[in-house]
């Protein structure tokens, strides 16, 4: 399953369709989230290549409708316990601290079937909105 394709861009679907994506697409397009973390194994589960540094994506709604375009500016792959304070709060999410943030990301991937621990590698995905 390779990610859908917008206007010759790979899409950006945040979060999970419904009322999660719609506040992290707002969060985008309001400039708060500039950072988004995805699991380093989601990439081969789904047949693509990690993002690069000057690639656009196009940010989509739940009807795969580009709402916006994001240029990746900075990557990095970190274990999970290791992911920093400033990668966590450029995302944007409102998390007070490094342990709310874990513990979100955590949450999210648990529910999603995808469990993580300390050591998963995690792809930490910087951009800005164009």
Do not use: S
């Not at 690069?52 to 990095?76: C, K, N, P, S």
Request: overall charge negative; proline content about 5%.
């Amino acid at each position: 399953m390779t990610w859908p394709r917008v206007g010759g861009l790979r899409a950006l679907e945040l979060g999970t369709p419904g009322p999660l994506r719609e506040r992290l697409n707002a969060l985008v397009l309001a400039g708060a989230k500039r950072a988004t973390a995805g699991r380093l194994a989601e990439y081969a589960e789904e047949g693509e290549e990690i993002e690069h540094i000057g690639e656009r994506l196009a940010l989509v709604d739940d009807d795969l409708r580009q709402i916006g375009t994001v240029e990746v500016t900075r990557i990095e792959f970190l274990p999970f316990a290791e992911v920093p304070w400033e990668f966590a709060a450029a995302e944007g999410e409102g998390d007070e601290n490094i342990a709310q943030w874990r513990a979100g990301h955590a949450r999210f991937w648990a529910d999603a079937g995808t469990p993580v621990d300390d050591d998963t590698p995690i792809a930490c995905i910087w951009f800005d909105l164009l």
